[in-house]
Nanobody, 124 residues
Framework: VQLVESGGGLVQAGGSLRLSCAASGLAFDDYAIGWFRQAPGKEREGVSYMSTSEGSLYYADSVKGRFTISTDNAKNTVYLQMSSLKPEDTAVYYC??????????????????WGQGTQVTVSS
């Protein structure tokens, strides 16, 4: 399994960014796919993930209504559309995948595959 993120950068507060994660070696039908982030001095946290086979969709409370996760199965790519960005969204964003199972949650320890991360910086 290989996950390669792109799309990070510097944006002003209120702006938008779209992150992409090209996945190889997995099928979205068998894996949950999602996004985590880690800000300096903080623990890695789940932002959003989805599992087609479990029919699950998760957003952290802090991003609900502002971020949208989606997939393009033909390209085996997952996206995170981020809008109304805030300075507190500044972090390294990681794409992650896990063999899906009932009860899989947003704890990073449950996720076995990770991309290299992409920096998102939101200026005030």
């Amino acid at each position: 399994v290989q996950l390669v993120e792109s799309g990070g950068g510097l944006v002003q507060a209120g702006g938008s960014l779209r992150l992409s994660c090209a996945a190889s070696g997995l099928a979205f039908d068998d894996y949950a796919i999602g996004w985590f982030r880690q800000a300096p001095g903080k623990e890695r946290e789940g932002v959003s993930y989805m599992s087609t086979s479990e029919g699950s969709l998760y957003y952290a409370d802090s991003v609900k209504g502002r971020f949208t996760i989606s997939t393009d199965n033909a390209k085996n790519t997952v996206y995170l559309q981020m809008s109304s960005l805030k300075p507190e969204d500044t972090a390294v964003y990681y794409c992650a995948a896990a063999l899906t199972y009932y009860g899989l949650g947003a704890d990073p320890r449950e996720w076995g595959y990770w991309g290299q991360g992409t920096q998102v910086t939101v200026s005030s």
